[in-house]
């Protein structure tokens, strides 16, 4: 048995592979184009087992979809490719129709040809399970309650409106053509492998390197943060024992203004790391012209997943992002390596 994970050297699709390498035997087939965003270093520590084989490619091209099923026989997919950042999004929406809605349509219907040709019992086995954001939800005052899974959609940016597609994309290929579909549409993650274009790591690297943390607008805004590990282990449990054409929300309870997010990533800096002269990094942080369009507030109400599913989070934030400070205290290499030429010209475009 083997399943496919898309987008499998970004930041939760690497999270997801060691995840799933380190608990069991079954093969991973690992495909990723590789754009900025996927880096095969995270892969490393398992790129020698038996039962791992990384794919080179992108999720739009049918022909290699299409070779990849007939060459590994899946029995489930697992897509987390993606174009992800909003800010990109806002500079170049491009990329984001050309993978987020394109390229989860090609791989979709590569999918449902395979999938038509197997026999019943295979049939049964199959799924398709589909990686989305809370973001398709749109904006929530301070005053409503979190997104359910019956939340009309929303989106609001090309980030959101592209995912938001794909999720359409997914219910109609399993409304019309039967592909046995999942989606799970999750809040903010944090965690090892993030790309310091977020703002997590972003904060963490720009304190540690003495620059100003650039918080957009009032810093007022909430986001849900999710420990990426506790999102993995949700997407285990929605692929084994979720109900074919369900979505389901997965979040964290753990809903922060950015301006408490960057406080607590100072203070646990001041901590682990303090600098010579016994200055807070909070005295690092600057107030920048707010995104165009932005999310004032995002909550996830999970009690579907785990009513349903029994799962929860085994992270809280305190935990979570102690670990994930450390993780990038102790992988300064890896953040030196990610910092490339491509990485230089998004600060000058996006912070200039
Ligand atoms: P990421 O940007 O870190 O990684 C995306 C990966 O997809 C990269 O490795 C990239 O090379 C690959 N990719 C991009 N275009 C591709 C293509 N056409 N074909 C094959 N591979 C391609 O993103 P992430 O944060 O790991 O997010 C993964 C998924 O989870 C996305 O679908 C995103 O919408 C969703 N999600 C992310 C968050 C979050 O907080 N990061 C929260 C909820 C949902
Ligand atoms: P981000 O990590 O880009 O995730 P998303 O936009 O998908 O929620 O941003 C999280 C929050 O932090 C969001 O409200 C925007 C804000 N933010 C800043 O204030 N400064 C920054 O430099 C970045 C990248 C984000």
Known sequence: MSIIVTGAAGFIGSNFVLNWLNNNNEKVVALDKLTYAGNLENLKSVETKPNYVFVQGDIGDSKL??????????????NFAAESHVDRSIHGPDDFMQTNIIGTYRLLDEARSFFNALNEDAKKQFRFLHVSTDEVYGTLSSTDPAFKETNQYEPNSPYSASKAASDHLVRAWHHTYGLPVLTTNCSNNYGPFHFPEKLIPLCILKALQGQDLPIYGDGQQIRDWLYVVDHCRGITTVLEKGVVGETYNIGGWNEKTNLEVVHALCD?????????????????????????????????DATKISNELGWKPEETFETGIRKTVQWYLDNQDWVTRVQSGEYQHWLNKNYS
Request: proline letters at 6%.
């Open 65 to 78: 979809i299409a070779e990849i099923f007939q060459e590994h026989q899946p029995r489930a997919v697992v």
């Open 268 to 300: 646990l800096l001041d901590e682990l790391k303090p600098l010579d002269d016994a200055r807070s990094y909070r005295e690092q942080i600057t107030f920048i012209k707010d995104r165009p369009g932005h999310d004032r507030r995002y909550a996830i």
